[in-house]
């Protein structure tokens, strides 16, 4: 039997949780697959799913069905990676682990700055391989691909606020629309 829960800010749309439960899992097992710690995925995960994007220590490990230990080594690993914060809920001595509201786009804009170190040690790596030996020419090949990388990812990520406002902007226009539709 499929347990059913109401969403707080979605009323009258219910979940099916065995469904929410393996896309959390098939998500996380894409993220551990990319190179994330596979608990850590599973917890960054679940907090993406929720609709308040923050839960819990205890309500992370019930719904994963994991220790608090698990939870706290997960948690440190996402607040060390700047993917999550920590903060107290008001009143209460409990945490709080809350996604940062733009993830994907500050996950790459550190991606940036890690490539920025990257490109250099591959050209210091040049130096020392000699840039016409066979090493050498693919340590290259790899800092030019950095740098690169470096300077599309800013333009995309531009392209990305553009379309972003333009989406919003669409939607409060057609929330508008419903409303007057509505009155009149």
């Known amino acids: 039997m499929r347990e059913m829960i109401e969403p707080e800010d979605a009323p009258g749309d219910a979940r099916d949780e065995t469904a929410v439960s393996r896309f959390v899992e098939r998500f996380a097992a894409d993220l551990a697959e990319a190179g994330m710690q596979?608990?850590?995925?599973?917890v960054f995960a679940a907090l993406l799913v929720s609709d308040a994007g923050a839960l819990t220590?205890?309500?992370?490990?019930e719904q994963l069905r994991i220790s608090p230990a698990a939870v706290s080594g997960a948690i440190r690993y996402l607040a060390q990676v700047d993917m999550v914060v920590r903060e107290r809920e008001p009143g209460s001595r409990r945490d709080r682990y809350r996604l940062y509201s733009e993830v994907w786009y500050e996950t790459l804009t550190r991606r940036d700055q890690m490539m920025a170190r990257w490109e250099s040690t591959m050209r210091d790596g040049?130096?020392?391989l000699g840039p016409g030996t066979p090493a050498g020419l693919r340590i290259t090949e790899t800092a030019d691909f950095f740098e690169f990388v470096q300077q599309e990812l800013p333009k995309m990520l531009e392209r990305w606020r553009v379309h972003q406002a333009a989406d919003r902007a669409a939607?409060?226009?057609e929330a508008r629309e419903a409303r007057e539709a509505e009155a009149g």
């Open 38 to 42: 596979r608990m850590a995925a599973r």
């Open 57 to 61: 220590s205890a309500e992370l490990a």
């Open 126 to 128: 040049v130096k020392v």
């Open 171 to 173: 939607e409060a226009r």
